[in-house]
């Protein structure tokens, strides 16, 4: 008999494929793409948010109010990258977000003060609908109005890291929120386009060996994210 939490390795017992498979499936390395040629079908948020969003000539989507990557909800640990580009004000990506009310949020900030812009990258939690105090980073290297930021943001249990062109900018310890999803938002005044995301998890040799024996189908399922 399948006692509960242990896998009987009797091929003739009835739950041992399913059993073992659900296995392979939960410790499977993840890949995802994202670059918006199925437009937003991958993505969730809150009634009429996709209204709110556009796409340009050059493939590029035009960010609105909060979308999440529908296969990334529920990820506690991950490696998500990017590229984006500020068209005005900031470009800003939320990671672990459990709904509209409880995420974290990073954003690249361009100030034009001179004939040459600045740029740092800020970072905050918002918790029940409140956000804390922001960190503020300027970035290590020069900008211009039309740069494109190749954003790379590792997390890890409570351990964050930013990675941008290459050059670590910023890493920090949080452990208030575990696990949720990834997405992007832009708020008032604010313009910023994205041209793919993707999204990694587990990619060591074990995960990519699971990924190898799981199913397709459970490698490819997604969870509904809760706005």
Request: aromatic residues 10%.
């Given at each position: 008999?399948?006692?509960?939490?242990?896998?009987?390795?009797?091929?003739?017992?009835?739950?041992?494929?399913?059993?073992?498979?659900?296995?392979?499936?939960?410790?499977?390395?993840?890949?995802?793409?994202?670059?918006?040629?199925?437009?937003?079908?991958?993505?969730?948020?809150?009634?009429?948010?996709?209204?709110?969003?556009?796409?340009?000539?050059?493939?590029?989507?035009?960010?609105?109010?909060?979308?999440?990557y529908r296969p990334s909800v529920g990820m506690e640990d991950f490696s998500l990258e990017f590229l984006g580009q500020v068209e005005q004000g900031a470009l800003n990506w939320t990671l672990r977000?459990?709904?509209?009310?409880?995420?974290?949020?990073?954003?690249?900030?361009?100030?034009?003060?001179?004939?040459?812009?600045?740029?740092?990258?800020?970072?905050?939690?918002?918790?029940?609908?409140?956000?804390?105090?922001?960190?503020?980073?300027?970035?290590?290297?020069?900008?211009?109005?039309?740069?494109?930021?190749?954003?790379?943001?590792?997390?890890?249990?409570?351990?964050?890291?930013?990675?941008?062109?290459?050059?670590?900018?910023?890493?920090?310890?949080?452990?208030?929120?575990?696990?949720?999803?990834?997405?992007?938002?832009?708020?008032?005044?604010?313009?910023?386009?994205?041209?793919?995301?993707?999204?990694?998890?587990?990619?060591?040799a074990v995960g990519k060996l699971c990924a190898l024996l799981a199913s397709p189908e459970q490698q490819l399922a997604t969870r509904k994210w809760a706005p």
């Amino acid at each position: 008999m399948l006692l509960p939490g242990q896998l009987s390795w009797d091929p003739a017992e009835p739950e041992f494929w399913k059993t073992l498979k659900h296995r392979l499936a939960s410790r499977a390395a993840v890949m995802l793409h994202e670059d918006f040629r199925d437009g937003l079908t991958a993505w969730d948020g809150v009634p009429g948010w996709r209204e709110t969003w556009s796409f340009d000539q050059a493939g590029f989507a035009r960010v609105g109010s909060l979308g999440v990557y529908r296969p990334s909800v529920g990820m506690e640990d991950f490696s998500l990258e990017f590229l984006g580009q500020v068209e005005q004000g900031a470009l800003n990506w939320t990671l672990r977000t459990v709904d509209r009310q409880n995420y974290h949020v990073v954003r690249i900030v361009l100030v034009h003060d001179g004939a040459q812009p600045r740029a740092s990258l800020i970072r905050q939690t918002v918790l029940r609908g409140s956000a804390d105090e922001p960190v503020v980073k300027p970035l290590p290297f020069a900008v211009r109005h039309d740069t494109l930021y190749h954003i790379r943001t590792d997390v890890q249990g409570d351990h964050f890291a930013v990675t941008a062109q290459g050059r670590v900018v910023d890493s920090w310890r949080d452990n208030r929120l575990g696990a949720g999803g990834v997405g992007f938002l832009s708020t008032s005044g604010e313009r910023a386009r994205i041209r793919w995301v993707r999204v990694r998890q587990r990619q060591d040799a074990v995960g990519k060996l699971c990924a190898l024996l799981a199913s397709p189908e459970q490698q490819l399922a997604t969870r509904k994210w809760a706005p």
